[in-house]
């Protein structure tokens, strides 16, 4: 089935108003009309069946029969992924396939060894990222569409480790912890919902004292394995091992 996202504005009651860009993406390019079926996510992780009226002046009106929590989203785990920004269109790959694995926000971030600047004007990067972010949350039938989040540094990112229940660093010289120890570690205090953070270095990795400015501000440095993964790997490495802890 189609499946749209709207603003809560877009919504009254039982009606949905839909016009603008999936106006015409609904009734042009799907031909869609009067008496058919469509999903409509309110971006909160509620999914309701919508049966539509006829098109009118640009907007087209649908009935909600039915309300359901987003299957795409579980309630108690929120993930925010710090990325070092990488190279060339690195992060588009990275955004869409965070989005898949159930992250809540990306937030890129520059820091020692970070080789890339971004060069454009920073809002219409970020205006691209967000939209990568809300096809791929379309795609995967996500109940929310993931944030992405200004380009910040890593003093600005440390100023967030209080929010998190969980703060990790993914450090490739890591020999003492892996994640799956401190994962196996934590479950035993398991609260709900637990709001995780995790950094991911650039391509060049992270400076010996970046890792203890992180450390001090309490994050968790983990090893992700012997292999040294690249900056796109290794953040859906942590997000697909934090589904299975979560699952377990
Ligand atoms: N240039 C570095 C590797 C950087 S990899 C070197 O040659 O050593 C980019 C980022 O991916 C790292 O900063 C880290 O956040 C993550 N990463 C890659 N492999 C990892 C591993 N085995 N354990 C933990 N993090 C890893």
Same mark, same amino acid.
């Given at each position: 089935?189609?499946?749209?996202?709207?603003?809560?504005?877009?919504?009254?009651?039982?009606?949905?108003?839909?016009?603008?860009?999936?106006?015409?993406?609904? +009734?042009?390019?799907?031909? $869609?009309? *009067? /008496?058919?079926?469509? !999903? #409509?996510?309110?971006?909160?992780?509620?999914?309701?069946? @919508?049966?539509?009226?006829?098109?009118?002046?640009?907007?087209?009106?649908?009935?909600?029969?039915?309300?359901?929590?987003?299957?795409?989203?579980?309630?108690?785990?929120?993930? +925010?992924?710090?990325?070092? $920004?990488? *190279? /060339?269109?690195?992060? !588009? #790959?990275?955004?869409?396939?965070?989005?898949?694995?159930? @992250?809540?926000?990306?937030?890129?971030?520059?820091?020692?060894?970070?080789?890339?600047?971004?060069?454009?004007?920073?809002?219409?990067?970020?205006?691209?990222?967000?939209?990568?972010?809300?096809?791929?949350?379309?795609?995967?039938?996500?109940?929310?569409?993931?944030?992405?989040?200004?380009?910040?540094?890593?003093?600005?990112?440390?100023?967030?480790?209080?929010?998190?229940?969980?703060?990790?660093?993914?450090?490739?010289?890591?020999?003492?912890?892996?994640?799956?120890?401190?994962?196996?570690?934590?479950?035993?205090?398991?609260?709900?919902?637990?709001?995780?953070?995790?950094?991911?270095?650039?391509?060049?990795?992270?400076?010996?004292?970046?890792?203890?400015?992180?450390?001090?501000?309490?994050?968790?440095?983990?090893?992700?394995?012997?292999?040294?993964?690249?900056?796109?790997?290794?953040?859906?490495?942590?997000?697909?091992?934090?589904?299975?802890?979560?699952?377990?």
């Amino acid at each position: 089935m189609h499946r749209f996202f709207v603003n809560p504005d877009q919504i009254n009651h039982e009606a949905i108003y839909i016009s603008g860009e999936d106006f015409k993406h609904i +009734t042009k390019v799907l031909r $869609l009309g *009067k /008496g058919e079926t469509i !999903e #409509v996510c309110d971006g909160h992780g509620l999914d309701c069946l @919508v049966v539509l009226e006829t098109p009118m002046d640009g907007t087209i009106i649908g009935t909600i029969t039915k309300t359901t929590p987003s299957k795409g989203e579980t309630s108690d785990l929120s993930v +925010t992924l710090f990325q070092g $920004l990488p *190279k /060339g269109s690195k992060m !588009e #790959v990275i955004i869409q396939k965070a989005v898949e694995l159930g @992250v809540n926000r990306i937030v890129p971030f520059q820091s020692k060894r970070s080789v890339s600047q971004i060069k454009e004007k920073k809002d219409k990067k970020i205006e691209r990222w967000q939209r990568i972010a809300y096809e791929a949350a379309k795609q995967s039938k996500r109940g929310i569409v993931p944030v992405i989040g200004e380009l910040i540094d890593l003093k600005g990112l440390l100023q967030e480790s209080d929010s998190f229940d969980l703060f990790l660093l993914a450090y490739e010289d890591e020999k003492k912890q892996t994640l799956k120890e401190v994962l196996t570690g934590f479950s035993q205090r398991l609260k709900k919902p637990l709001n995780i953070g995790v950094i991911v270095g650039p391509e060049g990795g992270f400076d010996p004292q970046e890792v203890s400015l992180c450390q001090l501000a309490g994050a968790k440095s983990v090893s992700l394995g012997n292999r040294i993964l690249r900056t796109e790997t290794a953040g859906m490495v942590v997000l697909s091992q934090l589904n299975f802890w979560r699952e377990g």
